[in-house]
């Protein structure tokens, strides 16, 4: 059955719901509540009703089709729930529980006969021993934390798959904080069927997800993978955080190819040619995640920066200079006419410092004068509202220049909590924003990267 | 794991019209008819580390010194092919490699060559076959691939290095192999030269 169906589920199914708080059955239906804009159906054979919503005692006793089953069961009551759901005609079943593949050989017979319902009813099996999925546009929400401990994902564009449940959920609880919007969360765990391979398909497919940001520890098929992967990136980023050391099967070390695979072996070179941006940390495929669905990608070396701070400026040229890109002085041309639009104390020259003089209407002058001369391949603009002139108004200039503009923007706000406010509403906004000089040059490099990239597709 | 023997790899390669320096296969002092100084190396199919087993002698200036070298070798190696080559001058030094491994495939290395690539360790892997995009990429990911702009008045050619990386792609993909090195590979500001090849099957 097409993995499509999960963006657009109207009734999901718990199995084993609890009213015990804290137990895996109660979490879920809590998240499942909260903004679930389709039918839930419970069961519990030993309650009539939980949370205010009705029991059945059995899969099969419900009077109405099932888009969607999730099941808390015990992993030896799992396979009977998989096959009743898939009778129903239920198009994906998540299995919460782990004690399956990963705990031995008991536990991969049992991931044999739900592999078997699955092949033979079209019904998708994502997990077992998984977090769960959120679907921000329908409500959808079955993960395995509570609202009191972490943050959840508005909806937005990033489409975010994850190997790990953990990382998946900090990760997630990350994004939010930063105001960064999801398509959606899926968390893989087992991956009897469903694996990052036809998620990555789904959210290639899918017109709501900008970019797909991906936690791996193993790739199972890797030329599918990175076949699939190369084909999306025509159309959206993806960002992958690969864990864990990469096995080389070659033990034979004789010739020094061998012995630099051993040593020095880097997936970077494999993934930059499949349109993958490689991220080297959970920071990272944060920020270059949302870089690569919110601005525009970067087609050069060259970059202005923008502040009303000269240190930064400075700071920044340093930054970016080591990361390879050219902060090169603006045209006499350019220089005058930017000149004329900041405090005369300042410099029009790049970095272009607009000093504590600077208002919001001088950001926008200054941008829109580098944006038409041409003369940079990206903007750095450092808007820091420690400066009286500037402020949150700032946001819909940014917004509306991030779409109509001809040159890729970046913001950076730096500061503390009255700063971070208004850069979650940046983010909210759709524009690329990042609280350090140096997140902000190394999602330029993102940005970059995807660039080059691209120009395959040029003609 | 099967060696191939260094002087029937070179043949293949020159088959296919890879760039290698000059080369004789030498019973008597007489069969050289290069320019010296010359190189003259052992053809063995299981030394592969020479400078260390005393199997390669460079910078041989005339044939009197090159007759003695030669009946050192054969002394110390009676049972192994010797052959001659010129020696290249000096150029920007890189490592290309090929490995069959495992989990990706056949791939394609390359890195910082010469002396200290294996203390460097500035590499990088791709799947073969490569694009023209990928090659150009190469040259993009490594740390001293400034090196390949100019260094101490050697300069290389990217448009030559580029060719010649999509020319050892086809060949991985027509040929069987575990392991290939290339190194070093000098690349001047016109052309490229294979100083070292080696391939194990």
């Known amino acids: 059955m097409n993995l499509d169906d999960i963006f657009s589920v109207s009734s999901v199914c718990l199995i084993g719901a609890s009213r015990e708080e804290g137990k895996v059955g109660n979490v879920i239906l809590k998240n499942l509540k909260k903004n679930f804009k389709g039918e839930i159906f419970l069961v519990n054979p030993a309650a009539t009703e939980v949370e205010g919503i009705k029991c059945y005692r059995t899969i099969e006793s419900i009077p109405h089709s099932v888009d969607l089953g999730v099941i808390s069961l015990p992993s030896t009551k799992v396979v009977e729930a998989v096959a009743s759901l898939a009778k129903k005609g239920c198009k994906i079943c998540i299995p919460v529980a782990g004690g399956f593949g990963e705990q031995g050989e008991e536990g991969k017979k049992l991931e044999q006969e739900m592999i078997k319902v699955s092949s033979t009813s079209g019904t998708r099996i994502i997990g077992p021993n998984c977090v769960g999925v959120i679907i921000p546009r329908t409500g959808l929400n079955t993960a395995l934390t509570t609202e009191s401990k972490s943050k959840f994902p508005s909806d937005g564009s990033i489409g975010f798959i994850s190997q790990s449940g953990a990382l998946g959920l900090l990760a997630m609880d990350e994004f939010s904080d930063a105001g960064i919007g999801f398509s959606s969360f899926i968390s893989l765990g087992n991956e009897i069927d469903v694996d990052e391979t036809d998620m990555v398909t789904t959210l290639g497919r899918d017109e709501k997800t900008k970019c797909i940001a991906v936690y791996l520890e193993k790739i199972a098929e890797v030329d599918n993978f990175l076949k699939e992967c190369k084909k999306t990136s025509e159309k959206k980023g993806i960002v992958v955080l690969k864990g864990g050391q990469t096995e080389s099967g070659n033990r034979a070390t004789s010739l020094h190819t061998g012995s630099l695979l051993k040593t020095s072996f880097s997936l970077k070179g494999i993934f930059r040619q499949n349109g993958i941006v490689q991220a080297n940390n959970e920071i990272e495929l944060i920020d270059f995640s949302s870089a690569l669905a919110f601005a525009k990608p970067v087609k050069g070396n060259k970059v202005a920066v923008v502040s009303s701070a000269g240190g930064v400026g400075v700071v920044a040229t340093d930054v970016l200079e080591n990361h390879g890109f050219k902060v090169n002085k603006t045209s006499d041309a350019l220089a005058s006419r930017v000149g004329e639009r900041i405090s005369r104390i300042g410099s029009p020259f790049n970095p272009i410092d607009m000093t504590a003089e600077a208002t919001n209407l001088q950001y926008e002058n200054v941008i829109k004068e580098l944006d038409s001369s041409g003369e940079f391949d990206a903007i750095l603009a450092f808007v820091l509202f420690q400066t009286f002139g500037v402020t949150e108004d700032i946001i819909d200039f940014l917004s509306s220049f991030n779409r109509a503009g001809k040159t890729p923007i970046v913001v950076g706000v730096i500061g503390g909590e009255y700063s971070r406010v208004i850069s979650r509403k940046i983010i909210a906004n759709g524009v690329a924003s990042f609280p350090s000089v140096s997140r902000a040059v190394a999602a330029l490099g993102a940005l970059r990267e995807r660039g080059e990239f691209l120009r395959r597709f040029e003609k | ?201």
């Open chain 2, 1 to 201: 794991m099967t060696v191939i023997p260094e002087m029937e790899f070179k043949s293949i390669l020159d088959e296919m019209g890879f760039k290698q320096p000059k080369r004789f296969l030498m019973n008597s002092p007489y069969d050289y008819r290069g320019n010296f100084p010359a190189v003259l190396k052992v053809s063995s199919g299981t030394i592969t580390h020479k400078t260390e087993s005393g199997a390669v002698v460079t910078d041989i200036k005339n044939i009197d010194i090159l007759a003695e070298v030669l009946k050192g070798m054969k002394n110390k190696f009676p049972d192994e092919t010797i052959y001659a080559e010129e020696m290249a001058k000096r150029g920007v030094e890189v490592i290309v490699g090929l490995i069959n491994d495992q989990q990706f495939g056949k791939l394609l290395l390359f890195g910082v060559g010469g002396f200290y690539s294996e203390l460097i360790r500035d590499v990088t892997f791709k799947k073969v076959p490569l694009d023209r995009y990928d090659a150009e990429d190469l040259l993009e990911e490594l740390k001293f691939g400034s090196i390949l702009n100019g260094y101490r008045g050697l300069k290389a050619n990217k448009g030559v290095l580029i060719d010649f990386l999509l020319k050892v792609s086809d060949f991985s993909i027509q040929h069987q192999f575990s392991q290939i090195d290339f190194n070093p590979v000098f690349l001047y500001e016109d052309d490229y030269l294979i100083i070292d090849a080696k391939m194990v099957i």
